[in-house]
């Protein structure tokens, strides 16, 4: 007689509309994939700056690996949005005009002198 956890017993609502654990991990890379790539970043400073080896981050990205929670918010710290938007079942996180003022604020801050100089001559222009 095969024993199931309460989880497993209890009935859940309409289990054919939940993706699988596979695609449910391949359209959370795809989210943490599209949000560096929007960002211009590489996968190389994403991993740097969220203190995620690219290894990992790589089996992220491709659906291949399953990555802590902790690990998870780190990411989403640097990409500047909330884990709630990584989870978003449309896997197309909400456009919040904090997340991106956050984004553009660390981008500034980030840029020499020289460079932010032009930029504001740009966004001026």
Not at 87 to 109: E, V
Request: glycine letters at 4%; one cysteine or more.
């Amino acid at each position: 007689m095969a024993s199931h956890s309460p989880l497993e017993t209890k009935s859940s609502p309409d289990r054919s509309t939940k993706p699988s654990s596979e695609e449910f991990l391949l359209r959370l890379g795809s989210c943490v994939r599209d949000l560096r790539n929007r960002r211009g970043m590489s996968r190389k400073l994403l991993a740097q700056e969220s203190k995620v080896s690219e290894r990992h981050l790589a089996q992220l990205e491709t659906g291949e690996g399953n990555i802590s929670i902790l690990l998870l918010r780190r990411i989403a710290s640097v990409l500047g949005v909330s884990l709630e938007e990584l989870f978003a079942p449309n896997n197309q996180p909400a456009r919040h005009s904090s997340s991106q003022k956050q984004t553009l604020l660390r981008f500034i801050d980030r840029l020499p002198s020289h460079r932010l100089e032009e930029a504001c001559r740009s966004l001026n222009a």
